[in-house]
């Protein structure tokens, strides 16, 4: 099972889609700075979330949620 999720930074708002087999340890890399394109904007929140039979349909969500109209669908999610 892979889960593609959503953070929102606390710092400004800003929103990163990824996907990950272990969400809780995904979550503490993000938070303690060892993701170089999130560490600049701690700290992060989980706003969304989903799990995804295989990888192959996991990369196909994801990056559905980094596009337009699934960036807008995250931005509406309430902080």
Same mark, same amino acid.
């Given at each position: 099972?892979?889960?593609? &999720?959503? =953070?929102? /930074?606390?710092?400004? *708002?800003?929103?990163? @889609?990824?996907?990950? $087999? ?5 979550? !503490? $890399?993000?938070?303690?700075? =060892? @993701?170089? /394109?999130?560490?600049?904007? %701690?700290?992060?929140?989980?706003? &969304?979330? $989903?799990? !995804?039979?295989?990888? @192959?349909? !996991? ?5 559905? %949620?980094?596009? *337009? /109209? *699934?960036? $807008?669908? %995250?931005?509406?999610?309430? !902080?």
């Amino acid at each position: 099972m892979i889960t593609i &999720y959503a =953070l929102r /930074s606390q710092k400004d *708002g800003r929103i990163y @889609v990824g996907m990950t $087999e272990n969400l809780q340890r995904r979550m !503490a $890399e993000h938070n303690q700075g =060892l @993701v170089f /394109s999130t560490k600049g904007f %701690l700290p992060w929140k989980i706003i &969304y979330r $989903e799990d !995804a039979p295989d990888r @192959v349909a !996991a990369r196909k969500r994801e990056k559905f %949620l980094k596009g *337009g /109209s *699934g960036k $807008e669908y %995250l931005k509406k999610i309430p !902080a």
